[in-house]
């Protein structure tokens, strides 16, 4: 099955740093989504990007479907920016595949 | 709203005792999904539903039981909970067969098997 890794691991910013997130896949994908769990364990989807890129307000993503990986940047980050973030794919079946997770810490 | 209600928010059990997880989303989703999430292991799929009456196992079904008798609700049904399925679950929901819109997640069931 196809195989997720996402890194940092983790990772700690300053308030107002910006910060790359990424994630690599191992096979064609026609789903990619970014996905925020905040401290409270909600899980909130941030993009569906299987390609191109896109831009929420200081979020954006991009994915690069020929070479298997897509990136979350964050910029002016926000101490409430602070959890987990995950990618997870899928390649045109039901099956969705979650990466391990980015863990960020944003301090004050 | 637009929304997907999981209940119970949390749940503590004893080995053996059936129960069930219910879900259910006010959006007319064809999709629907359960997960679960370990500490180290990120979210695992455990059964999915194209659409009713169609289901599929995740890559966790072990232990787990699924239903799509109608389009709203999706339960999740452990016949003979153990503790290695002492979890936070969650159900998630979105527009299409094919998966290629986003993802909505319920809040969320901790359990805890005794």
């Given at each position: 099955?196809?195989q997720v ?7 700690i910013l300053?308030?107002g740093a910006?910060?790359?997130l990424?994630?690599?896949?191992s096979?064609?994908?026609?789903n ?5 769990q905040?401290p409270?364990?909600?899980?909130i989807n941030?993009?569906y990007?299987?390609?191109g890129?896109?831009?929420n307000?200081r979020?954006?993503?991009t994915t ?5 990986y897509s990136l ?5 980050s926000?101490?409430?920016?602070s959890g ?5 794919v899928s390649?045109n079946?039901?099956?969705?595949i ?8 944003v301090?004050? | ?6 209940n119970p ?8 005792k059936?129960?069930?997880v ?7 989703h064809e999709?629907?999904?359960?997960y ?6 990120g979210l ?5 539903s ?8 995740g890559?966790v079904p072990e232990?787990?039981?699924v239903s ?9 049904i452990l016949?003979?909970p153990s ?5 936070l679950y969650?159900c998630a929901s979105?527009?299409t067969?094919?998966?290629?819109e ?5 809040s969320?069931t901790?359990l805890?098997?005794l």
């Amino acid at each position: 099955g196809i195989q997720v890794e996402q890194s940092p691991p983790d990772l700690i910013l300053q308030e107002g740093a910006n910060s790359t997130l990424r994630c690599n896949f191992s096979d064609s994908v026609n789903n990619l989504q970014w996905f925020h769990q905040n401290p409270w364990g909600q899980l909130i989807n941030l993009f569906y990007i299987p390609s191109g890129t896109k831009q929420n307000g200081r979020l954006s993503a991009t994915t690069v479907a020929t070479e298997r990986y897509s990136l979350l940047y964050i910029s002016s980050s926000q101490t409430t920016d602070s959890g987990v973030y995950f990618c997870a794919v899928s390649s045109n079946t039901g099956k969705l595949i979650f990466g391990q997770g980015t863990t960020l810490q944003v301090k004050p | 709203e637009a929304q997907v209600t999981q209940n119970p928010r949390y749940l503590i059990t004893v080995t053996g005792k059936k129960l069930t997880v219910t879900c259910s989303q006010n959006m007319n989703h064809e999709y629907m999904s359960w997960y679960r999430q370990d500490p180290g292991l990120g979210l695992r799929q455990i059964y999915y539903s194209m659409n009713v009456e169609v289901t599929d196992k995740g890559d966790v079904p072990e232990g787990y039981k699924v239903s799509r008798k109608e389009k709203r609700n999706f339960p999740l049904i452990l016949e003979s909970p153990s503790p290695n399925q002492t979890s936070l679950y969650f159900c998630a929901s979105s527009s299409t067969t094919a998966v290629n819109e986003k993802l909505f997640f319920g809040s969320g069931t901790q359990l805890s098997v005794l």
